[in-house]
């Protein structure tokens, strides 16, 4: 039972993340601000992307897009479930790396519900001021299932080269 827990964040993050965009769809028309926080700081917005990070793809003719942006994405999002699970893989990672993983696979499969029932278009909804830096004014519009990917695979990553530097340390 102990290798199905994680699958408790990833849920949570599927729920989180569903019905934030189901409140930003009824309640922000697409392509407006509703508030504003935090002297412009952060916008609470309703956007539509038909594409990936930072709109990678969105000029791809719609067949390529249900290939690299659902059934791509689904082949690894399975291949992440069965590694959370995995006895094998359970004894080459931490718990934590499960829970990371479990993180990426909640942002994921919530991200692939919008492509598989909004038409291959994913809800932003939160707009954050990048104040220039990178070139850009305002940070691309993102959703919880986004942040939920992008911190669960920071984590993971500085947990790999936290064990990695570990195991130099001890010799191994």
């Given amino acids: 039972m102990r290798r199905y827990r994680p699958f408790i964040l990833t849920l949570m993050i599927i729920a989180l993340d569903q019905v934030s965009k189901a409140l930003v769809v009824r309640y922000i028309p697409e392509g407006t601000v509703a508030a504003s926080f935090f002297s412009d700081f952060l916008w609470i917005c309703h956007v539509r992307n038909d594409a990936v990070a930072f709109s990678f793809g969105a000029s ?50 919530g991200n692939m519900i919008d492509r598989l029932f909004r038409s291959l278009r994913v809800v932003d909804w939160i707009s954050t001021n990048n104040y220039g830096w990178f070139g850009m004014e305002r940070f691309p519009t993102y959703n919880i299932a986004d942040a939920a990917v992008v911190l669960s695979v920071i984590a993971l990553l500085v947990s790999l080269a936290v064990g990695e530097s570990r195991r130099k340390d001890n010799g191994v």
């Fill in 60 to 109: 791809l003719p719609e067949p390529v897009k249900y290939i690299v942006f659902v059934l791509l994405p689904i082949a690894i999002l399975a291949l992440i479930a069965a590694a959370i699970v995995s006895r094998r893989f359970e004894k080459e990672t931490t718990p934590f790396q499960r829970w990371c993983l479990a993180g990426i696979l909640g942002g994921g499969i």
